[in-house]
């Protein structure tokens, strides 16, 4: 399985931005996909996830109205809806593939590269 994360960059304070998870070399329909993010000098925190044939979502309490997580069936692909973004909200972004399904947890079997999110104030 791999995964490509991509749409990261520069972005203002109350602005919005897309990322997405390019999903390749397997069969998802019984997958969790799950992005998470790392700060300089923080942990890698949760941010949110999805189950692949359900499409049940689920998200860091802080970011629940202001992040929203999808999926396109067609093309493999999650993507991150980051709107009102934060100076906070600046880190490296992961996307993770888990074959058993959703968790809040890094236990994630698959992970992309990291797409980084800079967000200005």
């Known amino acids: 399985v791999q995964l490509q994360a991509s749409g990261g960059g520069l972005v203002q304070a109350g602005g919005s931005l897309r990322l997405s998870c390019a999903a390749s070399?397997?069969?998802?329909?019984?997958?969790?996909m799950g992005w998470f993010r790392q700060a300089p000098g923080k942990v890698r925190e949760f941010v949110a996830a999805?189950?692949?044939?359900?499409?049940?979502?689920t998200y860091a309490d802080s970011l629940k109205g202001r992040f929203t997580i999808s999926r396109g069936n067609a093309k493999n692909t999650v993507y991150l809806q980051m709107n009102s973004p934060k100076p906070e909200d600046t880190a490296v972004y992961y996307c993770?593939?888990?074959?058993?399904?959703?968790?809040?947890?890094?236990?994630?079997?698959?992970w992309g590269q990291g797409t980084q999110v800079t967000v200005s104030s």
């Open positions: 993770a593939a888990r074959s058993t399904g959703v968790t809040r947890l890094n236990e994630y079997d698959y």
């Open positions: 070399g397997g069969s998802f329909s019984t997958y969790g």
């Open positions: 999805i189950a692949w044939s359900a499409g049940v979502t």
